[in-house]
């Protein structure tokens, strides 16, 4: 059974930094390109980032670019979301999935709240 | 990387018919037939649906159903079931290689 166990969430002050981590089992986690997605209170899921299966191709949403930085460590069967200078608009539930390019998303993650504020 | 237009809200009765319009551009929806749609009850991870316009992944009920069309793609939904509320989301890749979804549709069975 494939699973995705996102951590690291919590709660940061504007102008601050946070890693995410998205910890795979139960696929071959070399397989697939990663993606980020997240959704803020009340709102509609938003693609983030996603990466190719060695990390060599990696694209984000612009709203993210130059802030976030996405990665994987296939050894660990881990992908990871580097934020910095979070802002308030950057609060939400972020999950990770297995992005089956161009079958869709297809395995996701329960997610991991951030949460921005002073 | 405009958001994907998708009706607010929709609803139908138990054993009835439904469609859900996802509008891109000619950059997104219009550009490759690589459309998916996402189930998503609150406080549960989305679901993948549909992916290439029409294709269903294994254990997907065949009463849900995909299409397209210019711009504009749709998710029908056959014979509602009670548990079928829920939001229903469509995504597209685009010509920047990035994704973008739609707004999300809240879907009541009344």
């Known amino acids: 059974e494939v699973q995705l166990v996102e951590s690291g969430g919590g709660l940061v002050q504007p102008g601050g930094s946070l890693t995410l981590s998205c910890a795979g089992s139960?696929?071959?986690?070399?397989?697939?390109?990663m993606s980020w997605v997240r959704q803020a209170p009340g709102k509609g899921l938003e693609w983030v980032a996603n990466i190719k299966q060695d990390g060599s191709e990696k694209y984000y949403v612009d709203s993210v670019k130059g802030r976030f930085t996405i990665s994987r460590d296939n050894a660990k069967n881990s992908l990871y979301l580097q934020m910095n200078s979070l802002r308030g608009e950057d609060t939400a539930v972020y999950y990770c999935?297995?992005?089956?390019?161009?079958?869709?998303?297809?395995?996701w993650g329960q997610g991991t709240l951030v949460t921005v504020s002073s | 990387q405009s958001a994907l237009t998708q009706p607010a809200s929709v609803s139908g009765s138990p054993g009835q018919s439904i469609t859900i319009s996802c509008t891109g551009t000619s950059s997104d929806v219009g550009s490759y037939n690589l459309v998916s749609w996402y189930q998503h009850h609150p406080g549960k991870a989305p679901k993948l649906l549909i992916y290439?316009?029409?294709n269903r992944p294994s254990g997907v009920s065949d009463r849900f159903s995909g299409s397209k069309s210019g711009n504009t793609a749709s998710l029908t939904i056959s014979g509602l079931q009670a548990e079928d509320e829920a939001h229903y989301y469509c995504s597209s890749y685009t010509t920047s290689r990035t994704q973008v979804f739609g707004g999300g549709t809240k879907l009541t069975v009344l």
């Open positions: 999935a297995t992005d089956g390019v161009p079958a869709g998303l297809n395995n």
């Open positions: 290439a316009v029409t």
């Open positions: 139960g696929f071959t986690f070399t397989r697939d390109w």
